[in-house]
């Protein structure tokens, strides 16, 4: 498909990410259609323990590469440790967990945050339910995309007293988004994308 996917980091949902342009299957990988999800009335981690059964988008996925139990359970650790690292603006952290353009992405929004003096933090991540939407191959790289339905505290302070700029600490929200896996030559999971769920 040709032209843009924007992108949308979820950890600062607030704010809009510069686009990301359509790559190969070496950087990562091609812009797809954007999903529609609706909200699941799932239990908690559905699509974690094995995959959603009972949803539209998982009845319709294209599973092209076999996602199995550990790989949603790899999915659910990445969307755990990376807001973990997120919250504490660990760069390194993060380059051992998402692709060098996710990266880009989050160091220009820590740098951001930074620069005004705020810290974003997103704690205690439950994974309500995660559904594939297309698993497939591009060379030796496999990709995968989950809806992800996830609640969490998330709020923003000010780094150097810790005072409230946004959001609640003690309220919980929940998010939706579509994340993109991806791995080299059957090696370990990374974060290649993130998108908007449209119409929610």
Same mark, same amino acid.
């Given at each position: 498909l040709a032209g843009v996917a924007w992108l949308v980091i979820g950890f600062i949902r607030r704010r809009a990410m510069p686009t990301y342009a359509q790559s190969s299957s070496a950087a990562g990988p091609m812009a797809r259609m954007p999903i529609d999800i609706a909200p699941s009335s799932g239990g908690a981690s559905g699509? !974690? @323990? %094995? %995959? @959603?059964?009972d949803g539209a988008a998982a009845s319709a996925a !294209? =599973?092209?590469?076999?996602?199995a139990h550990g790989d949603y359970d790899a999915f659910e650790r990445l969307l755990v440790d990376i807001q973990a690292a997120w919250s504490h603006? =660990?760069?390194? /952290? +993060?380059?051992? +967990? !998402? *692709?060098?353009e996710m990266l @880009?992405?989050? $160091?220009?929004? #820590? /740098? /951001?945050?930074?620069s005004q003096g705020n810290e974003n933090r997103v704690e205690d991540v439950r994974l309500e339910q995660g559904d594939l939407a297309e698993a497939w191959r591009e060379g030796a790289n496999?990709? !995968? *995309?989950v809806a992800?339905?996830? @609640? $969490? #505290? =998330?709020y923003t302070v000010r780094a150097d007293n810790g005072a409230a700029v946004e959001g609640d600490p003690a309220a919980r929200g929940e998010t939706t988004e579509v994340w993109t896996f991806m791995r080299s030559a059957g090696g370990r999971w990374l974060l290649s994308a993130i998108q908007q769920v449209e119409g929610r």
């Open positions: 699509g !974690a @323990s %094995g %995959g @959603s059964s !294209a =599973d092209e590469i076999g996602i603006g =660990d760069v390194a /952290a +993060l380059r051992r +967990l !998402a *692709t060098p @880009s992405y989050f $160091s220009e929004a #820590l /740098a /951001a945050n930074v496999d990709f !995968a *995309t992800m339905r996830w @609640s $969490s #505290l =998330d």
